[in-house]
């Protein structure tokens, strides 16, 4: 049995992020993997309760989401609302979906602070990034699941043909 793919629902096209847009990921191993149903689509987010649109969040003080899961750092909005509970809830419903359905793999959007794998934004809405992980990759990743960046598309097809 081939293993699953967790996969950011904005990368499957769907109207999912902060500003209410997909982020559609156009690579033909989309399409065979969809077909051979070894994608498990999540918006870690929305599976939270949070809305489309909303403001968009960071990870206070340059931290990452690993500090958030040790209870070091916060999730907060441009609009300073904290969201630290809605994104470990998030990361607690991706590492749930991802276990039950037996997925190996998750093919994430970077950058978010949810689901960035290889650079997150630095908490001073400033647009500067910064190597890191978001909450829910950081979760994913605890969990023995292989995070991989839509930017790392080969070295996930790469690895699942090892």
Not at 104 to 130: E, N, V
Not at 132 to 141: D, I
Request: a negative charge; hydrophobic letters at 45%; proline letters at 4%.
């Amino acid at each position: 049995m081939q293993s699953k793919i967790l996969v950011s629902a904005c990368l499957m096209g769907h109207a999912v992020r902060y500003d209410g847009r997909a982020k559609p990921l156009l690579h033909p191993v989309i399409e065979t993997w969809r077909a051979e149903g070894r994608l498990v689509t999540i918006c870690p987010e929305m599976s939270a309760g949070m809305t489309v649109p909303r403001p968009p969040a960071e990870i206070a003080g340059a931290a990452t989401g690993e500090d958030v899961l040790a209870g070091k750092a916060r999730v907060v909005e441009l609009t300073g609302a904290d969201v630290t509970e809605e994104f470990l809830q998030a990361a607690r419903n991706a590492v749930t979906l991802a276990l039950q359905a037996g997925c190996h793999y998750a093919l994430l959007i970077d950058g978010s602070p949810s689901c960035g794998s290889g650079f997150i934004y630095d908490g001073t809405f400033s647009g500067r990034k910064q190597a890191g992980n978001g909450v829910t990759a950081a979760a994913l990743k605890a969990a023995g699941v292989e995070v991989f960046s839509d930017h790392e598309i080969e070295q996930l097809i790469d690895r699942i043909a090892e």
